[in-house]
């Protein structure tokens, strides 16, 4: 419901970078508070001493979205003395295409009225109708954006082409709820691939694991350190020593993953792992069959494997999993092994 | 001439040759004093030239003859360019001689301009004398040990060997920099209880390595420091201190972070673990422990307990079984082997607990982490059904009148909205100045930076030519004492004040002279001209004149008379022209001869001629001698 959905959005900021060369957090509203502030001003690539410049960010600190966009001011303009400004939307739920627009749509007036009370009058307007008059034809409707249609954005098709079998890896780790960390020296390739991976665990639909955008600071890696399994993405390629952060490493530019020591135990894959690996390569090569319709087949499976799962965990007593439980059944030792993580991480296991 | 003189005399002096005191100019040189300083100069000039030369001219006339050929060789070998033979030496004029001498002279080499070229200073002459001193030391022959006198035992003995060794020292002002305060309690120790240098150092030889050592360090570290303060410090526009800590977390970090890198795979490696521990201790701890050891259980996993487990028990087992070798037979295989059972069954028995410990530990930790799971999630669940349930009371309260409710929550709502945008375009306002006065600010600021990175420049090149003034200055001053004690030592035989003085005025004289030679020569050259021009003017006039009455001539009696006295008018004005130029030549002639006629009287040709007749009849009987000699014998 339109209602609801407005609920999510927090705040409203502004960044701007100046004829001196320096780059300012000069406006908010309601109040953004001062740590997700230095979060957001690192985010921002005005900030960045890289002459890179990202149209369109986002990501994630503190449960918080945050979707950055930067536009370069040119003539004609109310601004004066701003060289770049960004424009940074904070809310709960993740819809990176929703924002993304709505930005767009705050950043051009902006530049044309060059005062930010424009702004807010724009975004208070969304909060409170949910809909808001652009500049150019048409209007922006939140309801236009649902956020199902976020979820299957990310293409889970070129994930299985670029990593073939070893997408069995990730799906494994997020299936387990473990640690993900994907490398790219660029941001934009990293928020695309990321953004596709917990298409894998769709009976989950939980975005709330991505983390797309970290840079290796303290406060953001404590952050990140409450969640118990994430999937994160760096640009810096610093990430791969810190072997404590990660049980899975994405090497996307040279497209190879490593499991961490310490994850290995818990990793181990069998006939089972071969069977759904089969299963997504299969799908995803057949070029008949759409992102949605690749993800619904791996869903099946799943369900397929935790319907079992629910199975055994009901001859037992209280419809919890034990190990010996699983013993009784003789499955071979990587798929045993694999049951009883993915009951713990499915909540079946019995305390 | 006498200047010329007195300073080949006294060239000749400090070589060696004597001169008496009252031969005062070349001219009064006899042939022997002569010969004597040409030997001696060629000796000093070219040594292996001068030794086959003999020091003084001979009695015999063939001999002398001998000799001067000789001489008049090693002088031509030297180098001397002008006609030189035996008798310029026998039967010597002045000129000459003179010529001769001053080629000589100005060959001798010299000395004085070689110190010149080496470099100055006391660290050079110190060095020099080290040198010498080694020098003479090496020059000492090796000798074996009982052959050795006293006078060679500080050289060629070993203990006189000390190799350098260093001892940290404490001086009272060795701590760094004046800033730092002095504790009270410091200064006390320092003035009542710390020995002096000297008795600090436990082995006396170490003493002078001791002092260069600390001397060395606390020099190049303050070198190191203004060189860095000077080139860093500055351009980072910070103070001493804040430079200082700046740099010392920066180099914190990066060791930490090397620590990190470089400690994270090993135990990794060593245990398997799990956990990766990120207490630095415990990381070093682990390092020395990475060794398995008996006794100390480390911070492992179970398979690692299990493993050392299974080895210990081996090795118990093996030792257990040596010493019981040495007991009788059966007595002893009936007991080892009840040990062994009860042993393999106490291992049994632990290996049982090690692995239920460890299936234990597995679960517990998935346990944990499910737990751990299904807490965040009812916490988050938690907050939002909070919230859902505010908002739904705050509903529910409106329930009862929801028309009036939805239209006063909609006012309220648009209400709301407007005062926001109001204070925000209030707010707008005051922000707006704020900005743009930052922002005008700033760039001042930035403005002022680039001034003062131009002021640090010129900082920089001023401290450049400071140090470059030093260095020159120094060097001029050593360069000054070097050349005040050199001219305290030259003698004061030839005053050189004189000489330069001569030569100035010599000069200036010279300059005169060339001035008015290039007057007269202009004025030569103008006449010249003026004649040039005034003969062509005659030429052409009697051209014309000679035409123009020959015309009429012809015609008129008067005017061929007029033409024959022209013309002998002409030709006698030639011949006086002519008369004139002759007399000119011949005085000229006469001003060359009388001066040929005066150089040839300074050559004491007369003289000359008879002592060379007399010597002629010498050698002419001393020949007759020798061949009589000969017949003889």
Redesign the interface.
Known sequence: MATTETQFMSSVGLIEK???G?T?W??C?PSVDSRLRQVLLSKCCLTQQGRDFHTFVFGQFCRTWYYITTVEVQEPTALN?VTHFSTVVTAKDFNPEKYAALSRILCRMYVKHG???KM??AY??VL?KGICQSDENGSFLIKDYDVRKAYLAGSIKDVVSQFGMETIILYTALML?KRIIVHHPRIEALLEFTRALPALTWHRKDWSILHPYVHLSDTELEDLQNC?GYIAGFVDPEVS?R??LFDVYVNLPDSFITVS??AK?AMAMGKLHKEVGHLIVQSAEDPERSDSQVIKDISIKTKEILANLLALADKCEDSKIT?EGLKQHHFPAATENFL??LA??E?L??? | MEEVDRILIHALNQIGTEVSEEIGSVSQFSSELIVKAVVRCVQVIDPGLGSALPSSLPPGMSARFRVGMSLAQACQDIGYKGEIGYQTFLYSNEPEIRSLLMFLVEKLPRESAETSDQPTGKSVVLQRAIAAAIKAQLSVPWLPVNCRLPLHTETQSAGALYSFHALPLSLSHSSKGPNKKHLKEVKDYQRDFLLPVTAQLSHHASLAASILEQHSTVLSAAQEWDSEWNNQGLLSRLTPQEYRSRKLTRLRKRIKEQLRSTALPSPESAFGSCHSSTDLCELLQSFSNSAPSDHILTKGTHFTHTQKFTFEQESATVTSSVPTGHQSDGDTQHRQQEELASLQQQLQQLCGDVDQLTADMKHMSVTNTQVLNELKQKELTNNEEEDKIQMKKKTLDCLPDTDNSLVKLQALVEASAKRLVNLASQWEKHRAPLMDEHRRLKEICSNQDLESSRKLSEIKSMHEKIRVSTEEARKKEDMYKQLVTELENLSQDVSRSAYTQRILEIVSNIKKQKEEITKILSDTKDLQKEINSLTGKLDRTFAVTDELVFKDAKKDEAVRKAYKYLAALHDNCNQLIQTIEETGTILREIRDLEEQIETENGNKTIANLERILEDYKAIRQENAALAAKVREG
């Open positions: 100046d004829v001196n320096d300012l000069v406006w509203y003395k005062t930010p009370v807010m009058e208070l307007t409170i709820k118990p020593n072997s404590d020591q310490s135990e190990l009883f993580h713990a991480a909540q296991l019995r305390i």
